[in-house]
């Protein structure tokens, strides 16, 4: 069973020796009497808050830390190989909380979605109709409260998440621009995802003149994905009763100290609702949102890029490359091709 572990806690930006890739011993078969599962990991997922969990806390965090030693755990992919629970029969594609590694013994299959769409991408279910999906969806939607109209600013906009909220914000009939740290990632946004304008960030000297350029009516949902500067320049270009769903920050997340935003008053002087929000609050709700987006899916009306690093081995840079931006659309690991 080859894994991938996590070294050693991790302070500032991680790197790939803060892991390791080993050979264990794979659990093939359910204990007697239990209803747990056994699952080969098909694809494992690469996310930003896994940064998070290799950091010790003093306090609990909203999910728990990594251990130095044992195997990495995030959403991905798999097949039933051995089941002891009602549910869950051997062969069935499902999606869930697994490890870094080549089989997973889930002692709660119930935790498990089903794939009741695998005529599409098998790997979708990492991305657009997993996590990262729902994440996009209920942020929009639930969270933004879009109208038809609305001007809207995403940021890290190819990424996972923002290639979606930028698309669902089109079919909304929303003025959409997105911001993005490549030329190739601009690009992207106008041609494929259908963003009415992007812009690469890195090249902009003043973020705030960007925002008035493209917005010169102001904003009314920023999708935050990343924080800091980027953050301090929107809420100065924030329409009056905008909405700021927060979703992440990613610049932040590899800061010993993070850094502060210094007009947090224009919250008050524009009546702006800043809310932040934890995908795992909408589970209940993911049947209904993998129908909506399998259907957008099949009806070409979403389309969605993936980077896919090939092999375990390759996990642990693929992870770091999301704090570069390395990654073009949503990454992900192929551990096993069936
Ligand atoms: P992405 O696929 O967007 O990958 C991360 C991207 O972030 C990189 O490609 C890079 O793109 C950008 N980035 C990295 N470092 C910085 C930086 N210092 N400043 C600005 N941009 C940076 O990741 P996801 O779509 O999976 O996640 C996007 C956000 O959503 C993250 O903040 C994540 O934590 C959050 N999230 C929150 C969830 C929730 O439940 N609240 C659930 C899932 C995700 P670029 O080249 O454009 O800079």
Known sequence: NKMVILKRYVTGFPSEDDMEVVTGTAHLAVPPGSAAMVVKNLYVSCDPYMRGR?????RPSYVPDFVPGEVLVNFGVGKVMASGHPDFKVGDLVWGMTGWEEYTLVPK????FKINHPELPLSYYTGVLG????TAWAGFFDVGKPKKGDYVFVSAASGAVG?????LAKLTGCYVVGSAGSDEKVNLLKTKFGFDEAFNYKKEQDLDAALRRYFPEGIDIYFENVGGQTLEAVLDNMRVHGRIPVCGMISQYNLEQPEGVHNLFQVV???????GFMVFDYFNQYYKFEEEMAGYLKEGKVSYVEDVADGLEKAPAALIGLFTGRNVGKQLVAVARE
């Open 109 to 112: 299959p119930e935790t498990f």
């Open 131 to 134: 996590m990262p999906g729902l």
């Open 269 to 275: 002087a524009k009546r702006l609702r800043m809310e």
């Open 54 to 58: 290799m950091t010790k806390h003093d």
């Open 163 to 167: 290639q979606l909220v930028g698309q």
